[in-house]
């Protein structure tokens, strides 16, 4: 067998081949990213780096070095010279890709599609800002880069068997990044605990973002219904489901308060979010949140 010579020019193709073949996740991704990069004056801000900024008054504490004299010899007052914050940050990413994520009623899109829309969204973000970002799950680490973001959507897009319900595993978290962590959180909270209180042992924080489905919220069944799981490894009738309704808000309020109280005391951030929701709302304000963790 010849060996495959890979030189630029291939791996470049094959990179383009590759996003060729991908659904429109990557495209969708980029448009809802574009909704904030339209705004992304707002991230600037001051720190170390070659790029100015913007000239502000001297305050009590300042270092005679960082005076700009020529600036103030035009005015009454001393100034400093401000660069924009440069330094490259790590992101990363955990999407649950378990059965249950892939729940939609009517014609909304499924949990799993608008969590991969979202997740790929901030890695738009955070390549177009010069940051290193990948998925935790996978033992890759993370990169920069547009080939990045294709290998990323490439994963995301990958299928096979999965379980009910998923947990985060991360395989790669660096130390002092940060993460956001995408999933119905339906199963087991031991494990997300587990994760967690590892992540924040390293120093990493981040957004927990709880994706359900409007009618996993309100339980709108009634009379003779058929429960099943995605799988279809668990299956439930009975003729008085709207019985169950208040016993099941119970258990889910419960379970948000246990999340709430997790990201609490690790340092993380607890965001809900609706599949019926606005996608843009929703990177907004996962973006903000993570430019606070900076």
Known sequence: M?????????????SEGIAAGLPGLLMAAERLAATILLGEHGRKRAGPGDTFWQYRSAQPGDARRGIDWRQSARSDGHFVRETEWQAAQTLML?????????????????????AQTLALALAVLAVKAGERTGLAA??????????????????????????DYGAPRPRVMPMGSRAVFLSDFLGPVEPVAEALTAAAD??????????????????????RTLFESMSGAVRFETLKAGRLRDDY????????????????????????????????????????????RR
């Open 2 to 14: 010849t060996p495959t010579l890979h030189t630029p020019e291939t791996l470049r193709a094959r």
């Open 249 to 292: 808000l119970d258990r889910l309020a419960t379970r948000r308060a246990a999340l709430r109280d997790l990201c609490a005391r690790t340092g993380w951030r607890f965001h809900l979010h609706h599949s019926d929701g606005a996608a843009s709302a929703a990177l907004l304000s996962l973006y903000t949140a993570l430019e606070r």
């Open 202 to 223: 390293r120093g990493v924080g981040g957004v927990l973002v709880q994706v359900l489905d409007p009618d996993e919220e309100a339980f709108p069944y009634d009379g």
């Open 138 to 163: 996978l033992p890759e680490p993370a990169r920069g880069g547009r080939a990045q973001l294709i290998r990323m959507a490439d994963a995301l897009m990958e299928g096979g068997d999965v379980p």
């Open 94 to 114: 955990w999407v649950d890709d378990a059965a249950s994520m892939r729940f939609a009623a009517g014609d909304r899109p499924s949990k799993l599609r608008r």
